[in-house]
């Protein structure tokens, strides 16, 4: 059996798993698979078909090797490196942050995972949601309770997120993204709370433009 035909039916076993889809996008309101959903099941799938997968990055490129392991063949898939725009945090934050999404990409384009088509069925870009679609599930922390709740270490991070949200006004959309992006760094922690504790460190006049957008 080719190595392509070896992918092709990692691609068929992975339809017969269940796989559950625990991220959510709180703007645009649809469930997706983060990378810890779906890998754990790919890796099991690959060591019974004889294939073995190895993401690397590179300056222009990041790459998933696929090798059959029995004769050595391979197919790669590439996607054009890029970067996040997290002002507020560390270099190598930022470069974590673009390699966990790399990584998620290249695995669902290997795997020809069908995932909800953002692009098509998201709001008209000329219209406004209502504000309640970004805002209503992490406004709800006046006391900052939430925040204060959060390990030291989270807690920093979201102080990153919070200036890089500032940063970026009066782009809302942008904002919303880096508030996802945040919750998805830290996949153990219940994302209202880790919302909460974002709402709560933003000024007032931050909170304002998000929630009349």
């Known amino acids: ?31 997706y698979m983060e990378l810890s959903d779906f890998l754990p099941v790919v890796q099991d799938i690959f060591n019974e078909l004889g294939l073995c997968g190895v993401v690397s990055f ?29 002002k507020g945090c560390h270099e190598i934050q930022n470069l974590g942050a673009v390699q966990t999404y790399l990584r998620r990409y290249l695995w669902v384009a290997a795997l020809e995972i069908v995932e909800h088509d953002a692009l098509d069925s998201g709001p ?10 970004g805002v209503e599930s992490f406004r709800d922390d006046p006391k900052g309770d939430a925040f204060r709740d959060l390990q030291p270490e989270i807690q920093s991070f979201l102080r990153n997120a919070a200036n890089q949200i500032t940063a970026c006004m009066p782009d809302v959309s942008q904002a919303l993204d880096i508030i996802e992006m945040a919750t998805e760094e830290w996949p153990d922690e219940d994302p ?8 709560h460190l933003l000024d007032s006049g931050t909170r304002t433009k998000i929630k009349n957008w």
């Open 124 to 133: 008209p870009v000329s219209k406004k949601p209502p504000a309640k679609d």
């Open 1 to 31: 059996m080719s190595v392509y035909n070896k992918l092709n039916a990692a691609r068929m076993a992975l339809q017969g798993r269940e796989v559950k889809k625990s991220g959510f996008n709180s703007f645009s309101k649809y469930n």
């Open 192 to 199: 209202s709370e880790l919302k909460k504790g974002i709402w």
């Open 58 to 86: 590179g300056t222009d490129l990041a790459r998933l090797t696929i090798v059959d392991v029995d004769d050595n063949s391979q197919i790669i898939i590439t996607s054009p490196m890029s970067t996040a725009a997290l």
